[in-house]
């Protein structure tokens, strides 16, 4: 079957980047796209019309959030507070427990898979929160994940994450690591065999990669087997390294150099390995010690930077700088690491921090963060057919709304989509030939009823804090709100 999508705008791609096609069209037959122009003559069995649409390839999000936010909670804590949401050492002695059911754990990736796919996100390599796990993620948790992602239309990369140790506040306040190295063997143990089983799944949707949790929470050893299991499966990794002062003084102090340095003296860094958020760097504004080249060690090794720019700027920190890192050669992709999960706002934000560092519009622009929300994660994952609409690449198509009143004026149609959209204005979205969302609306799926599940589960996992906090502090202080609660006020005139 042959389809004909056609609109105002097509974002086509001309072997080198990407190009704006005016009144255009993109024909695919099933999976794969066939045409990209105008004026297609070859047999057409339907023609889906967008009118005033930019018809763009789907966002490839390298750090999509997989589960219900928990940031939320932690956003606006103090510096002081933040450490009453971490494990206490009191916890880990009562027996630190899943807070939540299997059950309750397989659906929140069907709420977080159904929100990305409403932000036009066609391929996602998910993270999830282990704050409120046992340890980490379950083979079970992660084989819910798969068949959602497959029954969805989602193309994703999973696998459960593993670690070897977790951050635990101490009764004085002090933060030190808690090891289990058991506990991380085995993670790895059980993530490659979800790999083994499920890469390939659903007609390729689902593949396999390594997620091991935060750097200063792995062992040497479970690095270099993650970094072997990688090679012998052909699986891409994902390790968060490079972003807070914890990790990075605990990395310098247990080593001697910086969390990037150090992964490339062990040989994990390589262009299977992406690296969200990497601004935390020997030279970093706020980094003490540390020496090196860090940015030089990315590039040799072909490691790819995924940048979260919206997540670290709410956390009052920023990459020094998107364009300098692009300039010195790194792949860039993106990822949205929070809620909501929207490139757009990402796109903006980490562009406005990159012009404030730079002083400079040149690589910072919306089109240099566009490209890395398209072809720099198709890079990562070594797929050609994908972050781009170009003959032989995948059907991965979403077609963003340009008719809303608070859309402005119609001006470049990439500058005005990131400038005044959001990701509720994208009003199609087909993944691999199938229209996995229309008017923001997904087949089979009661958003509704999702909704309400996803607000018992936050519920729940907002009380599990309780529990962990090493002061055991009120909720209301634990958690304050923005302005206080009443139950009436005076209405009297003055």
Not at 1 to 14: P, W
Not at 180 to 209: C, I, P, Q, S, Y
């Amino acid at each position: 079957m042959k389809t004909k999508l056609k609109g105002r705008y097509v974002i086509g791609y001309d072997g080198e980047d990407h190009v704006i096609i005016e009144n255009a069209e993109v024909v695919y037959e099933q999976d794969t796209i066939i045409y990209v122009g105008k004026n297609y003559t070859g047999e057409i069995n339907e023609i889906i019309d967008v009118g005033n649409a930019v018809i763009s390839p789907g966002f490839i999000d390298l750090n999509a959030l997989g589960d219900i936010d928990h940031d939320i909670l932690h956003l606006e804590a103090s510096t002081n507070r933040q450490k009453n949401l971490l494990w206490s050492a009191q916890y880990i002695k009562d027996g630190h427990h899943e807070v939540m059911t299997a059950e309750e754990e397989a659906f929140k990736s069907l709420y977080a898979y159904t929100q990305l796919i409403l932000h036009g996100i066609t391929t996602a390599m998910p993270i999830t929160s282990v704050f409120y796990k046992k340890w980490a993620e379950t083979y079970e948790e992660l084989a819910a994940a798969a068949n959602h992602a497959g029954n969805l239309g989602l193309r994703i990369y999973l696998g459960p994450s593993y670690q070897s140790g977790i951050r635990v506040v101490q009764p004085d306040g002090t933060i030190k690591l808690y090891l289990d190295e058991e506990a991380g063997k085995e993670g790895l143990k059980r993530a490659v065999r979800f790999v083994e089983e499920f890469d390939g799944a659903f007609d390729g949707l689902v593949r396999g990669m390594l997620a091991p949790e935060r750097i200063e929470c792995q062992t040497i050893d479970s690095l270099s087997q993650t970094k072997y299991f990688s090679e012998k499966l052909g699986v891409p990794i994902k390790l968060h390294a490079a972003q807070g002062t914890f990790e990075f003084h605990t990395i310098v102090e247990k080593y001697g150099v910086t969390p990037i340095r150090f992964l490339y003296d062990l040989g994990f860094l390589g262009p299977k390995t992406g690296i969200p958020h990497a601004h935390y760097i020997a030279g970093y504004s706020e980094a003490k010690v540390g020496e090196g080249n860090d940015i030089a060690l990315l590039q040799e090794t072909g490691t790819t930077v995924i940048h979260c720019p919206l997540i670290i700027g709410r956390h009052m920190s920023a990459l020094e700088s998107f364009a300098k890192y692009k300039r010195a050669g790194i792949n860039m992709a993106l990822g949205t690491d929070t809620f909501p999960p929207d490139i757009f706002q990402n796109i903006r934000t980490g562009s406005m921090f990159s012009r404030f560092i730079e002083k400079e519009v040149k690589d910072s622009t919306y089109a240099d963060f566009y490209r890395a929300a398209t072809l720099g994660g198709a890079k990562f994952l070594g797929r050609a057919d994908l972050g781009r609409l170009a003959v032989g690449a995948k059907a991965d198509i979403i077609a963003i709304d340009l008719d809303g009143f608070h859309m402005g004026v119609l001006d470049d149609p990439i500058r005005t989509m990131v400038v005044s959209g959001t990701g509720r204005d994208v009003k199609l979205s087909i993944i691999n030939g199938r229209i996995v969302m229309k008017d923001q609306q997904i087949p089979n799926v009661n958003l509704e009823e999702i909704k309400l599940k996803g607000q018992q589960y936050f519920n729940k996992m907002r009380k599990g804090y309780m529990e962990r906090d090493y002061q055991q502090l009120p909720e209301r202080q634990l958690f304050p709100t923005s302005f206080r609660v009443v139950e009436s006020i005076k209405n009297e005139r003055k």
